[in-house]
């Protein structure tokens, strides 16, 4: 059984890194106004096997984040936007 779980990490990594070229790959479609529907229908499929090897997984009860990246970080941690932050009012002495 924790061949079967380090067989389906392995997967979901590589999955990962090939939906980040995609994806990658799809921008700068996009950014150059051109089709992209070949590239965004992979992701999909992608997207599809990455849903059915997470479900198996969590079937084998495996539920500790996938640690991957340059990094070593994990993937589910939440990452502070600071987009959509408020902007900080300084005091004004106008009246």
Known sequence: MDNRISE???????????????????????????????VAQEILKMR?????????????????PIVGGRYGEAWNRPRRDTRFTAPRLRPSNRI
């Open 48 to 64: 599809t096997v990455m849903s059915g090897l997470v479900k198996e997984r969590t079937m084998l009860g495996d539920n500790e």
């Open 8 to 38: 389906i990490r392995r997967v979901i990594r590589a999955l990962r890194a090939s939906m980040r070229e995609a994806e990658a790959i799809m921008r700068e479609q996009i950014n150059r106004e051109e089709n992209c529907t070949f």
